[in-house]
């Protein structure tokens, strides 16, 4: 592996025999009316081991999901993220081992290309002399800017809800409490949805009246999550992005709609095709399961779905370093 390019010229080399894991929850960003600006950590997580080498070889080894389709070489946007991290930082690496063992569905929008960035950016700062390192704050500014915008990478990182924002180029952003009752549920089917043709559906601009509706829409639901569940499902009523995504996502949509019929508070998990619940409470989780499994057996039977209850990530990203 080449590591003397230009762009590395005058940049110091990392130490080699450094061991850095970092583990990373899915995300859900959106949230139903918090377009670019809200998602949740779930407890479903992807890991990364990086070890730097004394050769200037790059190996990679990768497991679960988009094990056969991803690339092992350093066009992988694990090793692009890192790339970029260490310049920022005024370093550059030789060798390096690096072993993904991803969980998190790919495409299906649980925030896989963020956990990746959050993970690749966060092993590149641990492992350059601790006088270099720096906070979780640089991480979401670097990481936003690989990913063009904050819902999923802050709550990658921080854990929790997380509510951001940008100001110019500057992207900040801030955690809440989930109230202990709230379960999120997802359902993800076997057909993929890239972020940049969902993108692509939404109209230039929106009307006043549907983005005053939104605005009180997402103030509801931040109450909801972190005070008063009951206030879930209308909290979670979108009038900026669903709509105009739903022809590139029949199924999901037919379910999305069957189940807010049903009293459930589901949406389109980020940008899509996997449909988040939050259900408040156990008993609303199970229901929510049993109707998924129900409806898409009678209505998408050419269509596998994987239904998951899972928890909210309190952590983010959790690094360890250690050295041979």
């Given at each position: 592996?080449?590591?003397?390019?230009?762009?590395?010229?005058?940049?110091?080399?990392?130490?080699?025999?450094?061991?850095?894991?970092?583990?990373?929850?899915?995300?859900?960003?959106?949230?139903?009316?918090?377009?670019?600006?809200?998602?949740?950590?779930?407890?479903?997580?992807?890991?990364?081991?990086?070890?730097?080498?004394?050769?200037d070889?790059?190996l990679?080894?990768?497991?679960?999901?988009?094990?056969?389709?991803?690339?092992?070489?350093?066009?992988?946007?694990?090793?692009?993220?890192?790339?970029?991290?260490?310049?920022?930082?005024?370093?550059?690496?030789?060798?390096?081992?690096?072993?993904?063992?991803?969980?998190?569905?790919?495409?299906?929008?649980?925030?896989?290309?963020?956990?990746?960035v959050?993970?690749?950016?966060?092993?590149?700062n641990?492992?350059?002399?601790?006088?270099?390192r720096?906070?979780?704050?640089?991480?979401?500014?670097?990481?936003?800017?690989?990913?063009?915008?904050?819902?999923?990478?802050?709550?990658?990182?921080?854990?929790g809800?997380?509510l951001?924002?940008?100001?110019?180029?500057?992207?900040?952003?801030?955690?809440?409490?989930?109230?202990?009752?709230v379960?999120?549920?997802?359902?993800?089917?076997?057909?993929?949805?890239?972020?940049?043709?969902?993108?692509?559906?939404?109209?230039?601009?929106?009307?006043?009246?549907?983005?005053?509706?939104?605005?009180?829409?997402?103030?509801?639901?931040?109450?909801?999550?972190?005070?008063n569940?009951?206030?879930?499902?209308?909290?979670?009523?979108?009038?900026?992005?669903?709509?105009?995504?739903?022809?590139?996502?029949?199924?999901?949509?037919?379910?999305?709609?069957?189940?807010?019929?049903?009293?459930?508070?589901?949406?389109?998990?980020?940008?899509?095709?996997?449909?988040?619940?939050?259900?408040?409470?156990?008993?609303?989780?199970?229901a929510?399961?049993?109707?998924?499994?129900?409806?898409?057996?009678?209505?998408?039977?050419?269509?596998?779905?994987?239904?998951?209850?899972?928890?909210?990530?309190?952590e983010?990203?959790?690094?360890?370093?250690?050295?041979?």
């Open positions: 592996m080449e590591t003397t390019s230009p762009a590395a010229v005058g940049l110091q080399p990392i130490e080699a025999g450094q061991i850095v894991t970092v583990r990373v929850p899915a995300t859900t960003a959106n949230l139903g009316p918090g377009y670019d600006s809200l998602g949740l950590a779930l407890a479903l997580h992807d890991t990364l081991t990086v070890e730097s080498l004394e050769t070889e790059l990679f080894e990768l497991r679960g999901e988009g094990a056969e389709t991803l690339p092992r070489d350093a066009s992988h946007l694990v090793i692009r993220a890192m790339e970029a991290a260490f310049e920022r930082l005024g370093f550059r690496h030789g060798g390096l081992k690096v072993t993904a063992d991803n969980v998190n569905p790919h495409g299906r929008g649980l925030g896989s290309s963020a956990s990746a959050v993970a690749a950016v966060s092993a590149a641990a492992m350059v002399p601790e006088a270099y720096r906070g979780r704050d640089w991480v979401l500014q670097l990481t936003s800017e690989i990913e063009g915008h904050p819902d999923n990478v802050a709550p990658a990182i921080f854990g809800l997380a951001s924002w940008q100001d110019s180029e500057q992207y900040s952003s801030t955690s809440a409490t989930v109230a202990d009752s379960i999120p549920v997802v359902a993800v089917p076997d057909y993929e949805l890239s972020t940049e043709a969902a993108r692509a559906l939404l109209p230039a601009s929106v009307g006043h009246h549907a983005a005053a509706m939104n605005a009180g829409r997402a103030a509801l639901l931040i109450h909801a999550l972190t005070h569940p009951e206030f879930l499902l209308a909290g979670t009523e979108d009038y900026l992005h669903q709509s105009y995504r739903a022809e590139a996502m029949r199924p999901s949509a037919a379910l999305i709609g069957a189940l807010r019929a049903a009293g459930h508070a589901a949406v389109v998990s980020g940008a899509g095709p996997t449909v988040l619940v939050l259900a408040n409470g156990e008993a609303e989780a199970a929510a399961v049993a109707f998924i499994g129900q409806f898409t057996a009678a209505n998408t039977p050419d269509i596998a779905w994987r239904v998951l209850k899972l928890a909210v990530d309190v983010g990203a959790k690094v360890e370093l250690h050295r041979r």
